[in-house]
């Protein structure tokens, strides 16, 4: 048990700890909280345009024909790690929407994907932005029901409802791993 002096101790220890958890200032304090990365400012010159790539932490062009990762998520499932690269289409306000189709079947390979944007969720490059880190979960049982197919995947950058660029890759899906 802690007697008296114990519990005045373990009081002003509580006090000096939250007086130096401030927000800055004039005051002292750890000094003014991180607000994250910049934003990312975009000059308009002419028509916005998007490219669909792959990567984690990076942006990573893909060529019409070429393949793409088949990714055994945390959870179980499988997905394509997808980036964005987009220039004279300020991110303020953009819904990017990912589809993987192929003509097989009436209905997408991948659950609904929407990434509502602004100018701290991107990351510069060059003339415009980089969206990574989105993903398009398949909805499938086994990675053998869309490995090695050839599927067309789709990224849609949206305002308001309606499309301004959009760009779409036909890829063969691998699996790396096997």
Not at 56 to 63: C, D, N, Q
Not at 87 to 106: F, H, I, M, Q, S
Not at 122 to 130: L, M
């Given at each position: 048990m802690v007697g008296g002096d114990g519990v005045k101790r373990?009081?002003?220890m509580l006090a000096a700890w939250a007086a130096g958890c401030g927000e800055g200032g004039e005051g002292g304090g750890a000094?003014?909280?991180d607000a994250g990365p910049p934003a990312v400012e975009?000059?308009?010159t002419g028509p916005a345009r998007v490219e669909l790539g792959a990567g984690t932490t990076r942006f990573e062009a893909l060529a019409e024909g070429g393949t793409i990762e088949l990714v055994l998520g945390p959870q179980g499932g499988w997905h394509l790690d997808l980036t964005v690269r987009a220039v004279n289409l300020?991110?303020?306000g953009v819904t990017l929407r990912y589809e993987v189709r192929d003509d097989t079947r009436a209905t997408p390979w991948n659950f609904p994907v929407a990434a509502s944007l602004n100018a701290r969720r991107v990351a510069a490059d060059g003339e415009g932005w980089v969206r990574v880190g989105d993903r398009a979960v398949f909805?499938?049982?086994?990675a053998s029901e869309v490995e090695g197919r050839v599927l067309r995947v789709t990224v849609r950058?949206?305002?308001g409802g309606a499309a301004v660029a959009e760009d779409s890759r036909a890829l063969r899906v691998v699996d790396a791993v096997r």
């Amino acid at each position: 048990m802690v007697g008296g002096d114990g519990v005045k101790r373990a009081w002003t220890m509580l006090a000096a700890w939250a007086a130096g958890c401030g927000e800055g200032g004039e005051g002292g304090g750890a000094g003014p909280t991180d607000a994250g990365p910049p934003a990312v400012e975009v000059a308009v010159t002419g028509p916005a345009r998007v490219e669909l790539g792959a990567g984690t932490t990076r942006f990573e062009a893909l060529a019409e024909g070429g393949t793409i990762e088949l990714v055994l998520g945390p959870q179980g499932g499988w997905h394509l790690d997808l980036t964005v690269r987009a220039v004279n289409l300020p991110p303020d306000g953009v819904t990017l929407r990912y589809e993987v189709r192929d003509d097989t079947r009436a209905t997408p390979w991948n659950f609904p994907v929407a990434a509502s944007l602004n100018a701290r969720r991107v990351a510069a490059d060059g003339e415009g932005w980089v969206r990574v880190g989105d993903r398009a979960v398949f909805d499938v049982r086994a990675a053998s029901e869309v490995e090695g197919r050839v599927l067309r995947v789709t990224v849609r950058a949206e305002r308001g409802g309606a499309a301004v660029a959009e760009d779409s890759r036909a890829l063969r899906v691998v699996d790396a791993v096997r």
